[in-house]
């Protein structure tokens, strides 16, 4: 490996990494509440509503990754499928289930 090949690596900013995971964290969240109020006003109940979870969970990664990162996540993260699809799975669900719930209760 020559000189040249060395230095045309991009650098990865551990700032900017931080920054791109807290957005995506805002997103999820924003999503997940929504999608929650959904699936409590639509009635949805037990496999039902986590089916609906799934989906909406692995759709919006996959938005996000072909359309936010140009679908080159890599240039973005250090580590992809955990800092997309696991780091933040447990945060999403429990979101998720609280507007569940509300809103089902609301309505029912």
């Known amino acids: ?7 045309d690596k991009p650098v ?4 900017n990494i931080q920054d791109n995971k ?10 997940c509440l929504v999608a929650g109020a959904v699936t409590g006003i639509l009635q949805l ?7 609906a979870f799934l989906i909406t969970y692995l759709l919006t990664a996959a ?11 890599g240039q973005y993260y250090e580590s992809v499928i955990s800092n ?7 945060r999403e669900l429990m979101g998720f289930i609280m507007a569940w719930t509300f ?3 609301l309505i029912g």
């Not at 020559?2 to 230095?7: G, H, M, P, T």
């Not at 990754?65 to 996540?73: K, R």
């Open 12 to 15: 990865k900013s551990g700032t």
């Open 1 to 7: 490996m020559d000189r040249s090949d060395q230095f």
């Open 84 to 90: 997309i699809l696991f780091d933040n799975f447990m």
């Open 63 to 73: 938005l996000y990754v072909l359309w936010i990162c140009g679908a080159t996540p």
């Open 103 to 105: 809103s089902f209760a």
């Open 22 to 31: 807290k957005r995506y964290e805002r997103l999820m969240d924003k999503v």
């Open 45 to 51: 109940e037990s496999t039902s509503g986590f089916v």
